[in-house]
């Protein structure tokens, strides 16, 4: 089973060198400027060059995490993820890209631990997921989520209200001060439309409000720009 896994995983890096550009990475080859920094939860299901068709190196300045969160804890203090820091402070980064998605185990993960108190077992998904219940508990309290409905009926919405929070917690740090901040939900459930692998727009720099995060796109686009959390 390794020697079969491994043998794929050398098949598929020939497959990627030979889809490269003679001249790919010509412009970063010594440095990088990627003007995007996109943050998105550690998933199978969800990569984050494939959702931005970043098919070339140098556009997209990637960091995964359970849950997708932006925050660490430096010394006791929550800081801006050193992941995301570096590209803003030191590439010449302006965009910072929070994707949450549906169906997020984390989410989950972290709803069930909101209310029955019960955690995963291993230490380093545990202290990941202690993480997200603040922001679940917070979600509860949202009027759009009815906190005693099925855990099914509220983890997407409980996506977003994640997300929002990333979104929050980033735009009021220094090291995000000069960024367009905004935050997407990735979608392969069918919660925001019937498009699998869409990433609709949910918040901007802190706006929510659909209506006018649709004045800020072009009009092919506005079908991006949708929302669980309606109240």
């Known amino acids: 089973m390794v020697t079969r896994l491994l043998e794929e995983l050398l098949v598929r890096n020939d497959e990627h060198v ?5 001249d790919a990475f010509g412009d970063c080859r010594d440095g990088q400027r990627p003007p995007v920094v996109s943050v998105c939860c550690s998933d199978s299901r969800v990569s984050q060059e494939g959702m931005w068709a970043a098919d070339r190196p140098g556009f997209l300045f990637t960091a995964g995490n359970i849950g997708n969160r932006v925050r660490d804890i430096v010394d006791g203090t929550p800081v801006l993820d050193g992941s ?8 010449d980064t ?3 890209a929070v994707v949450g998605h ?5 989410v ?6 909101a209310r029955t108190g019960t955690y995963p077992a291993e230490p380093g998904v545990r202290a990941d997921v202690e993480e997200l219940v603040p922001i679940v508990e917070s979600g509860l ?3 759009s989520i009815d906190a ?4 099914g009926e509220i983890h997407d919405p409980l996506v977003e209200h994640n997300v929002h929070e990333q979104v929050a917690f980033a735009g009021n740090t220094a090291e995000a001060a000069d960024a367009d901040v905004y935050g997407f939900v990735y979608d392969f459930h069918g919660s925001y439309g019937d498009r699998d692998g869409a990433t609709y727009l949910v918040n901007v720099n802190g706006e929510r409000d659909v209506d006018a995060i ?4 072009d009009e092919k686009h506005t079908d991006h720009v949708r929302t669980l959390l309606e109240k």
Do not use: F, K, N
């Open 94 to 96: 302006d965009v910072l």
């Open 84 to 91: 995301v820091a570096y590209p803003l402070g030191h590439a």
């Open 214 to 217: 649709r004045e800020l796109v």
């Open 148 to 151: 005693d409905a099925p855990a």
């Open 102 to 106: 549906t169906g997020c185990g984390a």
């Open 108 to 113: 989950g993960a972290a709803i069930q631990a």
């Open 141 to 143: 309290e949202h009027p």
């Open 18 to 22: 030979a889809s490269l550009p003679a």
